[in-house]
Structure formats: C-alpha cells, structure tokens
C-alpha cells in the first residue's frame, strides 16, 4: 500500500507517491486562485493514482495553522480561499478516502525526525529562516501544536527591546538594513560575499543576523533542551553557516557562565522534498499505519 502525498505552496502544489520511505512519480501544477479549481485540480490527481496504483490515502502538506481536531486550517497564508471551514471532511468527501493535513514546517520537521538529520531522536526543535522565522516543536515523535496552535512560531520572540526574531533572524532583513545603510541594491547572498572579503558594513549586518539567530537558538535549547536543533531555510544550504554560528553561540555561552552545554545544531537533510515526505509521516502518526 502506498500514499498519495501533497505538498500545497503558494505558487506551485506539488504531490508524489510514497511506499517504502521513498518519493516516486512526482509531479506539480500551478496552484489555483480559486477554491473549486483548487478542488478540480486536485481530485483530478487523486483519480489518476487511484486508478493507477494502491494508494490508501492522501497526505497533505499545507500552509497555515492547521487545527487536527476541528479539520479547519486556521490562521492565514497565500491562499485565503484554504482557511476557516472544515475543509479536511470536504476533501476526504471528494477523494474517498482518508485524509490528513499537517502545516508545512510541522511536516519539514517530522521529515526530518523519521528519515533525515534527526533520525531516531524523539526531541527536535526545526528553525526555519525565511521570509520570517518559523519552525516546528518535536517532543516524543510528535508535533506540539500548543493551546493556540502556535508552537514553533517562533518568530514573535522579542530579541531585544524594539525586534522580534523575525526583524534580526533573516536574511531578507539583514539584506535592507545593508542596503539602507550604503544605498545599494545588494541581495544576502551578494552581502555574505561582501562580508567574508572585508567589507565592514557587510560584515557588521551579517554578525548581527548571526548573532541573533545564535542567540534565539540558545533560548530555544535552554527552553525546551531539545536533543538537536535543525535548520532550514535558503541559509541553511551555505556550508559557513554551522561553523558561524557555533563562534557565535561561544560568545553567549560567555556571558551565560551557568549554562553548561553547547546546542547541537545540524542543517537539514531534505530540502524540497522534505514537506511530502513529512506529510507522509504525519498520515502514519494520525492513522496509525
């Protein structure tokens, strides 16, 4: 028996087969701006690997904030047509047969906890640098979606008096306060370049970007004192990043003389495929196969 697995993104919705731990047949389409084509397009997929193979089930990958008791993706994202009414019985209604959906940086997570960098741990914080700072809390092998299903945003940790984690943990932000700094028109990837041959704005913008991402893991480890941190995000793929940020978490293990561990902290394994194959994950967890 195999799953049909779905990833939902803003621009593109992408699914796959999976059996055995492993992706096969994948495909995409363009996602739709409406609620029926979303509802077309996908049913029409779901047909075609019925008819095709032994699927038992459709595994969902999705924005959001995604309420498993109730069946409603809360919250918001790209597709405001997806949120606020009971859209997993409306899905299992149309595709006959089990459904699930998990958010997107739980199944990054879970991805990673069944099959990736943490692979038979059962406590994991996923920190996810993006646009803003996202992620995911593993305890025990499952997602703690917390009272108002906000585990892993941890994004609104305040970092100093004025700036959330999200203001001082990305890229994109490090990349406009350089660019406001110096009037150019510069992307992260340009700066770091900048930054690692001298340049000394450059290299002021990257230290805090750093800094701040070392000092919110630091919180998160002593919070929660989860075995592994992983990160993801388009930094997560520079090999500086890991050795960076360890300098940097030297620095406040300096300052806090009473903490008596350095986080470990690893990049993520899977990277585009990491939502279907976490979807996958949470679709054994919710039906116990």
Same mark, same amino acid.
């Given at each position: 028996?195999?799953?049909?697995?779905?990833?939902?993104?803003?621009?593109?919705?992408?699914?796959?087969?999976?059996?055995?731990?492993?992706?096969?047949?994948?495909?995409?389409?363009?996602?739709?701006?409406?609620?029926?084509?979303?509802?077309?397009?996908?049913?029409?997929?779901?047909?075609?690997?019925?008819?095709?193979?032994?699927?038992?089930?459709?595994?969902?990958?999705?924005?959001?904030?995604?309420?498993?008791?109730?069946? +409603?993706?809360? %919250?918001?994202?790209? /597709?405001? @047509?997806?949120? &606020?009414? *009971?859209?997993?019985?409306?899905?299992?209604?149309?595709?006959?047969?089990?459904?699930?959906?998990?958010?997107?940086?739980?199944?990054?997570?879970?991805?990673?906890?069944?099959?990736?960098?943490?692979?038979?741990?059962?406590?994991?914080?996923?920190?996810?640098?993006?646009?803003?700072?996202?992620?995911?809390?593993?305890?025990?092998?499952?997602?703690?979606?917390?009272?108002?299903?906000?585990?892993?945003?941890?994004?609104?940790?305040?970092?100093?008096?004025?700036?959330?984690?999200?203001?001082?943990?990305?890229?994109?932000?490090?990349?406009?306060?350089?660019?406001?700094?110096?009037?150019?028109?510069?992307?992260?990837?340009?700066?770091?370049?900048?930054?690692?041959?001298?340049?000394?704005?450059?290299?002021?913008?990257?230290?805090?970007?750093?800094?701040? +991402?070392?000092? %919110?893991?630091?919180? /998160?480890? @002593?919070?929660? &004192?989860? *075995?592994?941190?992983?990160?993801?995000?388009?930094?997560?793929?520079?090999?500086?990043?890991?050795?960076?940020?360890?300098?940097?978490?030297?620095?406040?293990?300096?300052?806090?003389?009473?903490?008596?561990?350095?986080?470990?902290?690893?990049?993520?394994?899977?990277?585009?495929?990491?939502?279907?194959?976490?979807?996958?994950?949470?679709?054994?967890?919710?039906?116990?196969?």
């Amino acid at each position: 028996m195999s799953l049909l697995t779905i990833d939902i993104g803003g621009t593109s919705i992408k699914y796959a087969r999976f059996a055995d731990g492993k992706l096969g047949e994948e495909g995409a389409f363009g996602t739709p701006d409406n609620l029926e084509q979303f509802y077309q397009s996908l049913t029409a997929v779901v047909e075609q690997f019925k008819e095709n193979s032994d699927v038992c089930g459709v595994a969902i990958s999705s924005p959001g904030a995604v309420n498993k008791a109730s069946g +409603v993706i809360e %919250g918001a994202s790209a /597709l405001p @047509y997806i949120h &606020d009414f *009971e859209i997993h019985a409306e899905l299992e209604k149309r595709f006959g047969l089990p459904v699930s959906i998990e958010n997107d940086a739980n199944c990054a997570a879970l991805a990673e906890v069944k099959f990736g960098a943490a692979k038979g741990l059962s406590d994991v914080l996923l920190l996810v640098l993006g646009t803003g700072v996202g992620g995911s809390v593993v305890m025990n092998g499952k997602v703690h979606h917390g009272k108002h299903l906000f585990g892993g945003e941890f994004g609104f940790m305040l970092m100093d008096d004025e700036h959330s984690f999200s203001d001082l943990g990305t890229t994109i932000r490090m990349a406009e306060r350089y660019n406001k700094r110096t009037g150019e028109e510069l992307d992260a990837i340009e700066i770091f370049e900048k930054a690692f041959n001298g340049d000394k704005i450059a290299n002021e913008e990257k230290d805090i970007f750093l800094y701040n +991402v070392a000092k %919110g893991i630091f919180n /998160l480890t @002593y919070s929660f &004192d989860p *075995e592994r941190v992983i990160i993801g995000g388009g930094v997560s793929q520079a090999e500086w990043l890991i050795p960076e940020l360890q300098k940097q978490l030297k620095k406040i293990m300096e300052i806090i003389e009473v903490a008596t561990f350095m986080p470990e902290i690893v990049t993520c394994e899977f990277r585009n495929s990491a939502n279907l194959i976490g979807a996958a994950v949470d679709f054994s967890q919710t039906y116990n196969k």
